[in-house]
């Protein structure tokens, strides 16, 4: 059976925007507006040497809040694609939930359903999978979903609080993608 990572998006493909105007930071709305964080293409490439099949689960409101347009959004998906698989890696799945927390709607995260959707379509099961991001919802959709969790982050956040002697805590918890993928790759050989 296929083994799974399914990635969020936001701060752990691509960079947060900070808007030095308004003093805020979010998701890119504009596929102008799209940066890699370091070593992404490689790190995702490596994962598809593992035997992992790749799948991306990401809420994505920006639209229903008026902030930018449903096309801007999934262009800005298709750049942030374009430029993940630049080294040669492939993601398989895409999840996007284009919902406001208050629409109540089944597939943003926590929800597990786009992770569940993802599993589905790649006919894997949640106990091969692993849900990676840098949201405490990201891990509790993977609680929920059934998979192993990552947390990407530094130690010194706001997640530390939450995490801290609590049932959500991530399975493990990484720096970042590069950083996750030195911990599969160390704890299991490569295919020949
Ligand atoms: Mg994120
Ligand atoms: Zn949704």
Known sequence: MAEVIILDRDGVLN???????????????????????????????TLNHLGFALAIATNQPSAAKGKTTE???????????????AAGARILSNQ??????????????????????????LGA???HAWMVGDGVTD??????????TAFLGPRKCDACKIFDGHSAAPTV?????????????ASRPPRP
Request: with cysteine.
């Open 15 to 45: 960079t947060i925007v900070v808007d030095p105007e308004h003093g805020t930071i979010d998701s890119p709305l504009h596929p102008t507006q799209v940066t890699l964080l370091p070593g992404v293409p490689e790190a995702l490439l």
């Open 71 to 85: 096309k801007n959004l999934r262009d800005t998906h298709a750049r942030v694609l374009e430029l993940a698989q």
């Open 96 to 121: 996007l939930c284009l919902h406001r927390s208050e629409d109540g709607c089944a597939c943003r995260k926590p929800q597990p359903k786009m992770l569940l959707d993802a599993l589905r379509d």
């Open 125 to 127: 099961d949640p106990t």
């Open 139 to 148: 891990v509790e959709a993977g609680q929920r979903a059934g998979t192993r």
């Open 173 to 185: 918890w990484c720096a970042d993608l590069p950083a996750f993928v030195r911990h599969l790759e």
